[in-house]
């Protein structure tokens, strides 16, 4: 019987991943982005010319010669460390070439975020811009408003389905967001008026009744290349540098500066760990400032 490839071996790992553990689309991508490199620099396609030599070489290059970030090197090492112990566990090789190498430590980089007066700025370009169909004005406005103010990745944007929102609740309902987990999120008074404003124009031209957010003209979902095109042109208007992501950074950082604790934050913006929270409190400089008040000899 022939051996399989790397690549076969790869599809069959991913095909149960998605079985089995339930990995969603972005992550499968995720490990054939990853192997697509790995195979592409190595030129290692069977599974008899895969050894710790290679690996190591591999991480190594990629950290000296192509200047990884000691994200992209943890990156890489998460996605074939799994990899590999499911081979182990098929019985196709005896070891994992990446037990013994260590992982360089994490950056400390404080996330990029927009001032309260800048993210009002983003928010009035969006619905200010030149359209085409005036449909995109309130589309577009409760688009990045819906992270601004809930703190929506921009995948579980694109994933957003017309029952997930309740204007009556004055909640948002996220199914299966990162890490496999669901969960609600209330809406505020302004982004209540926004979504409401958007879902009554809706009406007039949209026959898709699942998807919350479709693209103009053809009646789809809207999906990354939209978002994609909205950021580019609101970075033009504004003059600001931001990306869709920055937009989740900020909502953190403007709810710790308007009072809230934590914990509640972590929970809303569905972390595993109340720690990956904690970093928001570096971006905040009204926060360290209300905070620096407190000493007791000021």
């Not at 008899?48 to 994200?71: H, Y």
């Not at 081979?87 to 070891?95: A, C, D, H, S």
């Not at 699942?210 to 978002?227: T, V, W």
């Not at 934590?262 to 400089?285: A, D, N, P, V």
Request: aromatic share 10%; hydrophobic share 40%.
């Amino acid at each position: 019987m022939q051996e399989e490839s790397i690549p076969e071996l790869l599809s069959r790992f991913l095909a149960f991943g998605e079985a089995i553990r339930n990995y969603k689309p972005v992550t499968i991508r995720n490990y054939r982005s990853t192997f697509n490199v790995f195979l592409k620099d190595t030129r290692v396609f069977e599974l008899s010319d895969l050894n710790k030599k290679v690996v190591e070489g591999w991480f190594f290059d990629g950290r000296i010669k192509r200047k990884w970030s000691s994200a992209t090197f943890r990156h890489n090492h998460k996605y074939l460390n799994v990899f590999f112990k499911w081979l182990i566990k098929e019985g196709l090789i005896g070891e994992n070439y990446l037990a013994d190498l260590e992982k360089p430590r994490m950056d400390s980089k404080i996330p990029r975020t927009l001032s309260a007066e800048n993210a009002s700025l983003v928010l009035q370009a969006a619905f200010h811009l030149s359209y085409r169909y005036k449909h995109e004005r309130y589309r577009n406005r409760a688009l990045v408003a819906i992270m601004l103010f809930a703190g929506l990745r921009r995948n579980e944007v694109m994933k957003l389905k017309l029952n997930d929102v309740s204007l009556e609740n004055r909640s948002i309902f996220i199914d299966q967001g990162k890490g496999g987990k669901d969960r609600l999120i209330p809406m505020n008074a302004r982004l209540h008026g926004y979504l409401k404003e958007y879902l009554n124009d809706r009406k007039r031209i949209a026959r898709d009744q699942i998807h919350f957010f479709l693209s103009i003209g053809n009646n789809r979902p809207l999906g990354q290349k939209g978002i994609t095109k909205l950021i580019a042109r609101l970075r033009k208007a504004t003059k600001l540098d931001f990306s869709a992501h920055t937009f989740r950074h900020s909502f953190a950082t403007l709810m710790l500066e308007g009072g809230c604790d934590i914990y509640t934050l972590s929970k809303i913006m569905g972390h595993s760990k109340i720690t990956t929270t904690t970093i928001y409190l570096s971006c905040s400089k009204q926060q360290m400032e209300k905070s620096i008040e407190m000493h007791s000899l000021n």
